[in-house]
């Protein structure tokens, strides 16, 4: 029978109940614009346009912010040391933050829109790339290992996009233009960026990743679905991936503090059973603590002993002061004899520790003298280097010190902040001060002050730190800001596409693709990722539609075009099949044409032109059968076109330059560097993740000096885990511990066991190494 919980267990579960309450009903983003401190701004930090070569102002997508025009590769776009330091301490060891930026990218360029990173370590990049219609995002994971998560998808059309990337734990969305593009479950990035990270917007460094094109409100807001800020019709009030986490992470604590408290009763019953022999003493009751019979104890400055159940005390006799010159007897707080003092000299006398004496100047003016005297100062636990010296005290604390905890004066609606070198004050979101020093900050009535964003039919009411937009008797609710009187989603008077979400909005409504398909919303298209092979077609996620002569679930497999009829013979000739494809013949004694159709025309035998849909791509009649492939590229030839042909490109500015600056690459050369495959194209640097095969096993290793994983069968060797909390563990004190979490094994210090899907693994903490 489980035992009965204890009073903290009841508390930590009303704690579990309060979290969930607000995890199913609080707002995804509450209060008026974003918080500064949550947002970073790289264009207004960076100060762009006073001294940035190959970066100049133009005119953006709209007026209400300053766009930058980023082109030619002699440009170093990076924030110095002391303004990347306070942009990424905003992000450092946050799981929820979104990348946002507007930009218009040239045409097939390929370029990073910002970069942290440290040495070869990108910890966040958010990369374009024209050459392979790619969206990448960098960044690495709680292993340390780098992640690289790419999107289809081509931003470098010339044309004005909005993007935006949110991060939620392990949960992507990508939005463009404000249609949700991907929705994604990757593996969690890490935000523990080194303080001398670098910060790089338009490029990876000096020499890579050069952005062309126009920017304009680059930000990373670091909050949950950040992208309402660029398309607030997109808040649906939705809890995010992290709520998620932290309940999961607040049930690991309770299955925790569970098991301690087994552990405790059980210890407790077995010395209850042990006292069937115990004798019944009489004890003493002094202040709610219980003394046993012959027990002293000291109350104030008395000894007290019970004696037969009745407490005697005496008071305490206190021995003569011999104290050493420099010192007098002086009573200190908590104890009743004097006690030797280091004293002070002031004015012939001898003053201790706290005495003070007034003084008037010739002004009439009082003074107040206190002495004070150092104490020896405690030892700290850090190092030389990471100990400060104090203006305000004798002794130095570690750098990181808490200086709130040693008491402060924020009122209720300030938090108190640690300092370098001590402790401010400052207001709660929706609060501002009511004197410099934050101390006391009074509510923003938004409502009052139209700082809210309350749209039609709606009622603005203010709560402490926020508002609430209630909407009229008889309306709709839309969204936390909108109410409307009807709504066209329900009753179907809708434009959306049957592969789109339809959105109710004020006086009308907004269509966004489903995932797994691309479009405005009107229009929605779907997206295989490229698994359809030999020029299939995506008609639906993952379902290809294959061209002729080909069938499968991706196309992969030939067909008999003769009997499906699907092929391009003339009607004067006779279709034969052939392996991969087919023949057309003449009948014996016929003289065929050898005309083939093409797209509904005919074309002649032996005719040649290039496709319409792909300017690289030549075709041909052959025998009545149509022959496409690549351009062959000549290089001899002068009119090569450089577009079909980049490799041919003599220019010494379509060379790429190594990052070690020891290799050139000429354009259309290929070379593989830190798991990812690379290409120069006329001068420019694209690289991406090298394809590894799909492993469909619940645990899997990277091993060292490879680029993919692969299945293991022992789960401790596993540095990646698919997860299944439904597989549970059952530790020492038979408690079920979900997978993924882990916990300090009982009676040691140093062994950290973890649950990995129904397997117990324990090795030694790397906090003790």
Known sequence: MMPPLSLPVWMELSQLFAFLAVFCASPAVVG????????????????????????TQVQGFHSESRAFHFQGSAREVTAPAEVSELMVQKLRGKSEFTVLATLKQDHLNSGVILSIHHSEHRFLELESSGQRSEI????????????????????????WHKVSVAVSASHVIL???????????????????PEDASFWLGQRNTAHGFFKGVMQDVQILVMPQGYIAQCPDLNRTCPTCNDFHGLVQKIMELQDILAKTSSKLSRAEEKMNGLDGCYCERTCSVKGVV????????????????????VQCEAVSCPPSQCLAGSAPAYVKGACCKECQPVCLFGGRELVDGDQRAVRDSSGRCLLFECTVSHPCPELNCSESEQITLNDRCCKVCRGHDFCSEGHGCAEHSDCVNLEAGDCCVCKDGFRPLRDDNAYCEDIDECAEGKHYCRENTMCVNTPGSFMCICHTGYIRIDDYSCTEHDECLTGLHDCDENALCFNMVGGHSCSCKPGYTGNGTVCKAMCDGLCQNGGTCVSPNNCVCQQGFTGKRCETDINECKTGRNTCANDTVCFNLDGGYDCRCPHGHNCTGDCIHNNKVKHSGQIWVLDSDRCSVCSCQAGQVMCRRMVCDCDNPNADLFCCPECDPRLSSQCLHQNG??????????VENCQQCQCLQGQVDCWPLPCPPVDCEFTVVPEGECCARCVTDPCQADTIR?????????????????????????????????KNGHICCSVDPMCL
């Open 136 to 159: 990448r995002l960098h960044y690495r994971t709680k292993g340390q290992q780098p992640h690289t998560e790419v999107f289809p998808y081509s931003l470098a059309d010339d044309q």
């Open 723 to 755: 997860n299944d909390i439904t597989k549970t563990c059952t530790d020492e004190h038979n408690i079920s511990r979900f997978s993924g979490s882990s916990w300090i094994k009982h009676g040691t210090e140093c062994t950290l066991c973890q649950c």
């Open 291 to 310: 003394y046993r019979e012959d027990e002293g104890w000291t109350d104030g400055c008395r000894n007290c002993t019970c004696t037969n159940g009745t």
């Open 32 to 55: 008026f614009g974003v918080d500064p401190a949550l947002r970073i701004s790289p264009i207004d930090e960076l100060t762009l346009g006073e001294g940035f070569d190959g970066v």
């Open 662 to 671: 020891l290799v050139t690459y000429g354009s259309g050369d290929t070379w």
């Open 175 to 193: 939005h463009v233009d404000c249609n949700r593009i991907y929705e994604r479950v990757v593996e969690a990035p890490y935000m523990d960026v």
